[in-house]
Every structure is written in structure tokens, then in C-alpha cells.
């Protein structure tokens, strides 16, 4: 998961100019396909790293029992 993280990661400009770093952490729902259908930034950095965050969990899908 770490490798398909970090090769969708755009890292904002906003937070380049700034030279902000660090972890953004997410909350997130998955429904009964695998896909995740809401996110939410339990504890953010800004500079748009938390809206980037968000815009990547969104694309993880999960292998679900059948």
C-alpha cells in the first residue's frame, strides 16, 4: 500500500513554497465493494497535504470477502 501511496502522492505547491512536511492522518469508510465512499482528516498539516491525503485514500480499493 506504501508503494501505491507514494506513486499517486502530488505534493502541493503551496506546501513546497512553505516547506511543510509531516503525516496527515485519515479516517475512512469502506462499503461492501471494497471502495472507500467518505474520508475525513483526523489531523492535518494543511498547505493542501490534507485535501492531496484525501484525494488518494479515495482511490484505494480493498479486497472484501464474498
Excluded: W
Excluded at 509531516?22 to 472507500?36: A, E, F, P, S, W
Amino acid at each position: 500500500m506504501r508503494k501505491f501511496l507514494a506513486a499517486q502522492q502530488k505534493y502541493p505547491q503551496e506546501a513546497l513554497e512553505k516547506k511543510i512536511a509531516g503525516t496527515v492522518h485519515i479516517r475512512y469508510t469502506i462499503d461492501n465493494l471494497g471502495k472507500v465512499i467518505k474520508t475525513q482528516v483526523i489531523s492535518g498539516i494543511g498547505s493542501g497535504c490534507d485535501e492531496e491525503a484525501e484525494r488518494i485514500v479515495s482511490l484505494l480499493k480493498f479486497e472484501v470477502a464474498k
